[in-house]
């Protein structure tokens, strides 16, 4: 019935279509929303596409461009990119929300992205750029907010599949230290804010 607010609740989608999954539970941190929805998005709004996935040799190529994982062998990428995937983003949709939790980290594959903490712009991500990888060491909220600018794509690395990789095997830990200081000592170099 026309002006009816149930209305759009009952509508259906053509018969032999499957239903879209949408918006994300309130109360459900963004790393859940991440592995229940394939990413998430407003209340309402539809998630991100999964695309196909890529070749594990890609997906093992974009993951050692991330400095986390710059001691990595390539059997150890390999083993992280077989659990990784790709997503689609449209422009002004978010990708990560500041505050939210979250489990992933995600490499950016195509697109332009924007960085905000509390609604100002503090930087963009590009083809090559990394973001997420705090949430993905600790599961702790995320620290800015990431929005496409252009259609973007990106690939998506869970925080339990680097956990499975380290507690197998441990010595990896010390290599993803060592990429930890590299990321932090980059970051003070940007900012000027150099220390020892």
Aim: glycine share 12%; charged share 30%.
């Amino acid at each position: 019935m026309p002006g009816d607010p149930g209305a759009d609740a009952l509508r259906r989608e053509p018969l032999g279509t499957p239903p879209v999954p949408r918006g994300r539970l309130r109360g459900m941190s963004q790393g859940a929303a991440d592995i229940l929805g394939r990413g998430g998005g407003r209340l309402g709004t539809p998630l991100p596409e999964q695309l196909p996935r890529r070749t594990v040799r890609q997906n093992a190529q974009s993951l050692a461009a991330v400095p986390l994982f710059a001691g990595f062998s390539g059997k150890h990428l390999k083993r992280l990119a077989s659990q990784s995937d790709e997503l689609a983003f449209e422009p002004r949709e978010p990708i990560v929300e500041e505050g939210m939790l979250g489990e992933t980290l995600f490499v950016v594959l195509n697109g332009r992205g924007k960085v905000t903490r509390r609604g100002r712009k503090v930087g963009e991500v590009l083809p090559g750029d990394f973001f997420g990888e705090l949430s993905t060491l600790d599961g702790g909220p995320r620290s800015a907010t990431v929005t496409a600018e252009t259609p973007m794509r990106v690939l998506r690395l869970f925080r339990h599949t680097l956990r499975d990789l380290l507690r197998d095997e441990p010595s990896l830990t010390l290599k993803l230290l060592d990429g930890i200081v590299r990321r932090m000592r980059e970051v003070q170099r940007d900012r000027g804010d150099v220390r020892d």
